[in-house]
């Protein structure tokens, strides 16, 4: 089977799909599907025999054959301010009707400025108004700065559908400006970057590892299944596989034990780390096994470090404090710890032996400082 070495920034957050909190706020033209379509968390998919009445029903973003001059674009904006690093394009199962060249543009708008973009409905068949056009002409966004130029993309066959570039730019931008050309479908776009929220205010108790407020995963021991980065994105977890899910370990013993305070006797574990958006104060913590109820971890254990300004790697000795004591978890819930930390900078998740999460929150105040 075809597989394409993925390049290392898809390890980065990912910031534009509508799981992490990206949204489409414009587009030209939606007729055979719509572009929220592009930004969805699943895979996309074919069905052979499925029609609107408008055509083809398409799992991706597929406009009309144009027929009048111009070409076909859409805004996403982000789910927070971030630095790109790069982009997937991805053509899947658009063999004839692919976009043959795109473009993106990038910009940092000011809510005044969001406040020039039309109302935005959802819908197969449809294409902005005039009016809708002249609105967003006071954006200006084609001369927002481009980040990829014109570029080819290749069909949606399996050896050929995605489509990776890398970003040099070390700006900050809230949206993007995903130009077709001239007209075409494309299945699915991700973005991944670095967050650079805005800081919060120091009395406010915000998620500190959430995506949106600058949270990342920076090293983990197994991610068979799923990538510990999904289980800091906001809101609750759509499946499985938008969790963190290992392999079963190999070392479990043949007969399992209980300890008295009822965690299991398990040698073996597998861990995750994070930094936070901001160094802060750790108040509460949520850990939700929501979709994993035969396979959620037995129990879990929180740690954290401040490292000043230097950077988390697995070949450092990290004098990890613990935040909170292995706890037992169960299936397909909510579990919620109040603590009282120290100021950290980054975060050590363990669950053993193995298994899934669905979702961490760690809410906190922010320090006062630069860091």
Known sequence: MFERIKPAFVE??????????????????????TCENMISDSEPVFIEDKYTEFGKWMDGWETRRKRVAGHDWCILKLATKCIIKGFLVDT?????????????????????????????VEAIGTASSEDDLEQIKKLESDKWEEIVPITALQPGYEETRH??????SDEAWTHIRVNMFPDGGIARLRVFGEPRPERPALTDIVDLVSVVNGGCCVG?????????????????????????????????????EANADGTLKLQ????????????????????????????FPDSVKFEGVYLDLCNWTESKEIPWQTILNSSKLSANKE?????DSEIFTHLRVTIAPDGGLSRIKIFGLVENSEY
Not at 99 to 115: D, G, M, N
């Open 12 to 33: 980065l957050s990912e910031l534009a799909s509508t799981g992490a909190g990206g949204k489409v706020v414009f587009s030209t033209d939606d007729f055979f599907a």
């Open 220 to 256: 983990f021991s197994n991610a068979h299944f799923g990538h510990p980065k999904n289980i800091i994105k906001p809101g609750k977890g759509r499946a499985m596989s938008d969790g963190w899910e290992t392999a079963r370990r190999l070392d479990r013993p043949n007969i399992i």
């Open 92 to 120: 899947a199962f658009f063999t004839g009707n692919y976009a043959p060249k795109y473009s993106i543009q990038a910009a940092c708008l000011t809510p005044e400025e969001e406040s020039h973009l039309p109302r935005r």
């Open 268 to 295: 073996g574990n597998e861990w995750a780390v994070f930094k936070l958006g901001f160094p802060g104060t750790i108040k509460k913590i949520c850990v939700d096994t929501t979709h994993f109820k035969g396979n």
């Open 335 to 339: 579990h919620w710890y109040k603590v």
């Open 163 to 168: 489509n990776y570039q890398k970003v040099l």
